[in-house]
């Protein structure tokens, strides 16, 4: 089975388009686009390689965090796309995404579908960032999901009680969570082709739950 995978701006575009939250971002595929980019979505912000064929941005230097300044953004992307492209000259680079850095205070979470060969898709929900590959803390349902299933999901992770009230910090958007984990599952029922999805890190606040980075894997069109 052939398969293609997203770009980032492109897994982001099909993610909003299912109902899901997804912080702004934009593809410069120079330099000053990237400038001109900061300037209309704010600083600090992010910059991040965009390629189909490098999964493991940061592995390549491909990620630069909290740049102050449009200027600071338009070195980043220049530094950055010459040297990915030095290190990676067999990968397709098509620019850099910029996005302005989320609020503070956000629990990481992720969001997964992989599809089982026996079972089919399958969708995994726990704690995100670093934490999913220390810990490995998720759980996982069949889709499609039910309201019920994804109540119990956010519940069942060892590490729930990080979604709760913390040390003065209020709980994070249970509801969200929820909404955020049907909308992922009615997108899959929908498009039999995703092979896989992940939506990693989600942050998610006491008023919001937000996508901060995204892949996707396709099926080919035979």
Avoid: W
Avoid at 17 to 44: H, K, M, N, Q, Y
Avoid at 102 to 117: K, L, W
Avoid at 120 to 129: D, N, R, S
């Amino acid at each position: 089975m052939s398969e293609r995978a997203l770009n980032e701006i492109d897994a982001k575009a099909l993610l909003r388009r299912a109902g899901v939250s997804v912080i702004a971002t934009a593809l410069a595929r120079t330099p000053a686009e990237a400038r001109a980019a900061a300037e209309r979505l704010g600083c600090p912000a992010a910059v991040k390689i965009v390629s189909p064929d490098i999964v493991h941005k940061s592995d390549v230097g491909g990620v630069r965090l909290n740049l102050a300044t449009p200027a600071e953004v338009e070195a980043a992307a220049a530094a950055m796309l010459a040297h990915v492209r030095a290190a990676r000259p067999d990968a397709q680079v098509l620019g850099v995404a910029v996005q302005p850095m989320a609020p503070a205070g956000g629990v990481e979470i992720i969001v997964g579908v992989q599809h089982d060969p026996q079972f089919g898709p399958v969708i995994m929900f726990g704690l995100g960032g670093v934490l999913v590959e220390v810990f490995a803390d998720v759980v996982f349902r069949l889709i499609p999901l039910t309201p019920r299933d994804a109540r119990q999901m956010v519940r069942e992770i060892r590490g729930a009680r990080l979604l709760g009230a913390v040390r003065g910090r209020p709980p994070v958007n249970m509801s969200q969570l929820e909404q955020l984990l049907l909308a992922v599952s009615a997108l899959v029922e929908q498009r039999p082709d995703i092979v896989e999805l992940d939506l990693n890190p989600v942050l998610a606040y006491p008023d919001r739950v937000i996508a901060v980075d995204a892949r996707a894997l396709l099926r080919a069109a035979s």
